[in-house]
């Protein structure tokens, strides 16, 4: 794996040297504390025991997915099969989930538990080549994220891969997974005319096409672009579009149909929304999605 090369070029150029090739537990305890900032993921529990091992982090991330993080501390540790079997035993014990978070956030965010797309994030100082291709055969969603510590207080995540499958195929639980009128994304997809989806297709080819580092997750009742956190999802409908922007809509001019949606309830990431019932805003809404990828 290549080596990431920080400088500082205040007066001379001087080279900053990463510290630490494990997993210490204060770093653990840094990423629990900042979870959401990280990676928009709230945490749960730390060290989370079951019946045979522990997970080391368990979080719900900002799509109301279970998120299962594992650190690796040696160079001889296998994270990857090992968070694999804790998902496999999370998706078995649905309910020992759910109530972890009832008493966590509630019973409104438990309610909303979408089980479609749960996932492994693996933090390591280091992976090598043959983790990054073996996550490509697995049929389940596997993040790896490099971390370097500097001095100066800095701390680097790279994400090295963008590994998302199709959602899991199981019945919806919750009637508060679906919408209203009872249709998930993917059937409100297949039932929009075809202006509409060419337009989304045309929208989601776009946003996948800003960087090798942009991953799609389709989820219960958007679609979601995300790096490491959402940049912008969307919702499609018989007569419109939803797009919502991790932006703050202080730095633009509002109008009817771009709307500070901070104080509206809405599915999926942001405070910026616009409404497409036409093609003629394309290009507004290909410049949005530009400037959330770029400023995420």
């Avoid at 997915?65 to 040696?74: H, N």
Wanted: aromatic fraction near 10%; hydrophobic fraction near 40%.
């Amino acid at each position: 794996m290549a080596e990431l090369k920080l400088f500082r070029i205040n007066g001379t150029v001087e080279e900053l040297k990463s510290k630490s090739v494990t997993i210490e537990r204060e770093l653990q305890r840094i990423i629990e504390k900042n979870m959401q900032e990280f990676f928009a993921v709230r945490f749960l529990a730390s060290e989370y025991r079951i019946d045979n091992g522990r997970m080391d982090s368990i979080g719900i991330d900002e799509n109301n997915c279970p998120v299962i993080f594992e650190y690796k501390r040696s160079s001889s540790e296998n994270v990857i099969n090992q968070g694999l079997f804790y998902l496999n035993w999370l998706l078995e014990h649905k309910a020992n989930f759910k109530l972890l978070v009832l008493e966590t956030y509630g019973k409104a965010v438990a309610n909303n538990i979408d089980w479609s797309m749960p996932r492994v994030i693996c933090i390591a100082s280091d992976f090598n080549k043959y983790d990054e291709e073996s996550i490509k055969q697995i049929n389940r969603n596997v993040s790896l994220i490099r971390y370097k510590q500097y001095d100066l207080g800095l701390l680097l995540f790279e994400l090295l891969n963008a590994n998302t499958v199709a959602p899991i195929d199981n019945e919806v639980s919750e009637r508060s997974h679906r919408q209203a009128d009872g249709k998930t994304f993917s059937e409100r997809y297949q039932e929009a005319p075809q202006k509409f989806k060419d337009l989304y297709d045309e929208l989601a080819d776009y946003a996948m096409s800003l960087g090798d580092d942009v991953s799609q997750s389709t989820l219960k009742l958007y679609s979601a672009f995300k790096k490491i956190k959402n940049f912008c999802t969307m919702e499609i409908y018989r007569t419109k579009i939803l797009i919502n922007f991790r932006l703050n809509p202080d730095n633009f001019v509002l109008t009817e149909t771009l709307r500070d949606v901070r104080n509206i309830g809405h599915w999926g990431c942001g405070d910026l929304q616009l409404i497409m019932r036409d093609g003629t805003e394309i290009n507004i809404a290909k410049e949005l999605i530009m400037k959330a990828y770029q400023n995420n």
